[in-house]
């Protein structure tokens, strides 16, 4: 009886120490998480799910990078702004020095477009209130206080709020509180946190989910030797595009993927964007480009497109192209003794259907 009653005690006993393992992995595991990534994932779980993209940026991560030190080094110095240093006089917040992240959402209106932002980083809340009050106002709205502030030269107003002390909702809108309360749609959350997700490694990025024919877009602005009728076409196609940069030592890592459903348009991508590097090289190497652009300049492009890697992934319900190169300090240097020069091919040269030089990406 007495053996049956130690058993007994000695299965409750380690039962027992057993949750209470249990439970404190279960804290430090949450500890641990909320910890590390936290502030992050909060501020990119805070855009609107309806954006047509949004912008992350990590500042704190990206000061203490070696690349960024020489491309703050190569970029050239903006004036001294007497209203801005009254304002950091003011309000004691110098984004320099005290904004550690920044996600930004673009909402498109039609025409319009409405910018919703989230700032991380060191406020005196006190100052920055006081300061929001000289020439603007507040208002109570859902256990928030709300400051709306006129735009130097503009009609339109900022509205902002402490979300706590070291976070700031921004919005160039006029119904912040709708921003911050709208219920998103589960499948949209998900495809956007999905994203989120694959990018977590990056400290900037930006997420461009296809709405409109950006494609278009994209080759209306681009030089000459760049356009191609048929990558535009293949551009419109993809769902979502991602473009991603990762400082290493002195180096900038910069990843740029596009999503589609069709695997026949993944592979047409990849042999179009192979195509167009080869005839970027071609030019680099024409006659005529080598007298008109800076020879540091030139073997710069050609760094810059030998590191270029095009490949297919294949993520079940959706086909990605990638597109991976590097920035090098080689190319900051060239970039900043002599203006970038994009040699202009012939306007009715065809882009290759497939790449006749193998790239280091795979199909």
Known sequence: MVSKTMK????????????????????????????????????????????????????????????????????????????????????????????NRAAIAVLKHGQDSTLFTVLDGKFDRQKISAYALKDGSSAKAGGLEIFSVPITGAARKISFTFLKSERIAVTNGPHLGALLNAKSQPGDASEWRARFERLAGSPVFAVFRQDAAIGSSLAAQ??????????????????????????????????????????????????????????????????????????????????????????????????????????????????RKAPPVIPDSTPNKRLPGKATTPRKGHT
């Not at 030139?298 to 192209?321: F, H, N, P, Q, W």
């Open 8 to 99: 007994k005690r000695t299965r409750i006993g380690l039962a027992a120490a057993l949750i209470v393992l249990s439970a404190s992995a279960f804290f430090v595991y949450r500890k641990w998480s909320v910890g590390n990534g936290s502030a992050r994932e909060e501020s990119l779980a805070l855009m609107p799910t309806d954006a047509s993209s949004v912008l992350f940026v990590d500042f704190s991560e990206l000061r203490q990078a070696p690349f960024v030190a020489q491309l703050y080094a190569w970029a050239p110095k903006p004036q001294a702004d007497a209203d801005y240093a009254q304002f950091v006089k003011e309000t004691g917040f110098d984004y320099e020095r005290d904004l």
């Open 222 to 335: 681009a030089p000459g030797g760049l356009r191609s009728p048929q990558l535009s076409t293949l551009l419109d196609q993809l769902r979502w595009i991602t473009l991603a940069g990762k400082p290493e030592n002195n180096l900038l890592h910069v990843v740029a993927e596009g999503e589609c459903t069709a695997d026949e348009t993944a592979r047409q991508l990849v042999d179009v964007m192979n195509g167009v590097v080869i005839l970027a090289e071609g030019g680099l190497n024409d006659v005529r480009t080598r007298q008109q652009i800076d020879p540091a300049m030139r073997e710069a492009y050609l760094e810059l497109l030998k590191s270029a890697d095009v490949s297919k992934i294949d993520r079940g319900d959706t086909k990605s192209v990638r597109l991976v190169f590097e920035i090098t300090p080689t190319f900051l240097d060239a970039a």
